[in-house]
Structure formats: structure tokens, C-alpha cells
């Protein structure tokens, strides 16, 4: 018995599946151009909620900047502003600062290299005038067990 | 010295600091002194170094061709410094026997170096350098450096211990022995190399003591025994 089908229910079928294929793909086309105007319009909103976020912060940095400085006026002189003091009283001098930062590259590079502990506050001792030296020991090791 | 180079004295940060100049290219330091007899460099001097050459834009330069290469227990000696230097010289114990040289940079160093630059005859010889690959491979080991920290401690206490040194000075298995004044360092190099223990006397008053890196904890048990036995002979001489 032949399996072959007619010859006219082969052309439907033919027929059926290029009409199948041609929905398939208008249907993606359409989804493709939603997405596509999705997008514009979340870039488009994206920008205007920017624009308005910098407008506000502007508008707030100049209100700070006139509670702060006002423009000068005939009653008072133009410079009133006076040098503020560090918060921290005598201003911390180069040397100390080299020096901590050294004991911190001191300590870092010989972790690296493998010194344990012990040996790292060991150096850090010798070398420089630190009585606690846990806080670099704990920020480049970890803290002590 | 080459022409150009101007010296400061040993450990003087304020002379360094204005030894530095519009002129300066770079500044060179051997972290420890090794030929003068292990003089470690204070870190107050190599942060001034470090602070200077940063301020004026000049390379620091650290020669590490005696200190380097696991010498102190790290595989450079800056590592147990608080600064980083812009270049380093390693030689000598790169090659384990092989002759070569190295001139190690940052990368930002590293980039006004072209191939060619810094070239010479033999320079990038592949005998030496598998040599020198070879050795990094032994020396960057962390049980090994770690031995030599531990080994350079036993052998630094048990000289502290003896009678007639005043001090030791240096790192790892990097150590300069300062004797009490009045004893002769030559005449107890002599009786030392007697009894079958090779030290070199760099300055009148100091032993100094670089044995290898392989040395054995029994062999700086019996190099203490020698020395201490040196140092007694010459007391009761």
C-alpha cells in the first residue's frame, strides 16, 4: 500500500506551512518593534529624570552656597570668610605620615613574602615607634584568632 | 663609582635628601651594606629616600645583588623595608654559578625600556638564564625563606650570646659580627678558617657570615661552637 499522499493534500499542506511561516514571522517583527519602542522610551524617561536630578541637585548647591556665602552686601565687606582651623588641632607633620605609611608598606610587603605574624610585629617594633601594632596586623592579616 | 654618581654619607637622611637635585636621575642604596660588613640602611633613611625620590621624580634604585635572592629570608631584601623601589639589581646568586645579571623594574619603570636599551654582548644568554630561572624556582619557595629566617634568628641569638661580640647586625642568613673593641677580627678569621669555617673580614672588627641558604641547623650549631671557641682562645691568648 502507498504511503504517498495525494498530490492536492501535499499542496495544501505545502501551502499551510508557508502561511504558518509568514504569521511566525510578522508575529516577530511586531514583538521586535515593541521591545525596540520599549527601549526608546525608557532611554527617553531615563534622560528626563536625569536632567531633572541635576536641576535639583543645582538649584540645592546654589541655596547651600548663598546660606554659606552670601553675595556681598553695602552693610558688610565682600570677604568675611575666615580660615577654619583643622578639626584635628596641630596639623599631623610629613614625617608621621611617611612613617605610618611605611609601616604599613613595611608590614604588607612582608606578608607577601610570606613573614609570619610574629616576625611582622617583630620589624614593626624595631623599625618604627608603634606601641599597638595589632591594628596593622589586623587590617593586612586579618584579625588574630 | 662612575662619574656622576655623588656619595652621602652612610645612613644620613638629611644629607640624601639634599644630595637631590633638578639634575638627579636616580637615587642608589644598597639596603644592606654588604661589602663594608652587613650595615642595614635605618628606615627612617629609606623612607626619606623614597619620599625624595617621589618629590623630585627621580628612579630609587635598590642594589640587591648581596641582599637579594633569599639572602634575608624574603626573596628581595626590600620586602623587609617600608618602601618599594623603582629598580632593582640582582646578580651573583641569580645564575647559582652561572654569571649573570638582572635589572629588575616596575612596569611603570619598565616602559622607557625598549629592546636594545639596556643590552650587552651576552645579555639574555640562554644557558644563563634557564640558570637563573632554575634558581628562582629553588629560592622563591616560602619553606625555603622561611628556614632562612628561622635559621638566621638561631644563628643571630646564639652569636649575641657569646663572649666578645658586641652586636649583630643584618638579616636572615646576612650577618655582620661586631666584636668588642681590642679583638683582633683578622686573627680570629684566621683561626676560624683553621678549624675548617670560612668568614670574611670586611672591616677591622667585624666578622661577616654568609653561609648558604642550604646550610644545616647542626652546621650553625657547630659554626657557633667554632667562633665561640675563636673568640674564647683570643680572650685567653
Redesign the interface.
Known sequence: MSRKKPLEQRALTTSTAERLAAIVEAAERAAAQVIDDAEEQARRRLEEANVHANRIAAERLREIADELDPPPAESRPASHLRPVEPAGGEEERPQQRSSAAGARILATQMAVSGSSREEIEQRLRSGFDIEDTSEILDAILGPED | MLPGFRSVPFDDATALREAVGKSTAAVLVEPIQGESGIYPL???T??AA??VCDEAGVLLIFDEIQAGMGRT????A???????PDLLTSAKALGGGMPIGACVTTPEAGEVLEPGDHGSTFAGGPVACVAALAVLEIVDD?AL??RV?ELGAVLRNGLLDLDGVREVRGRGLMLGVGLEDGIDAVAVGAELLESGLVVNVPEPGTLRLLPPLTVEPDQVERALGAIGSALLSYETA
Open positions: 635605618s628606615d627612617e629609606l623612607l623614597r619620599e629570608g624574603s626573596l628581595w626590600y620586602e623587609q623595608t617600608p618602601v618599594r616560602p625563606l622561611r629566617r
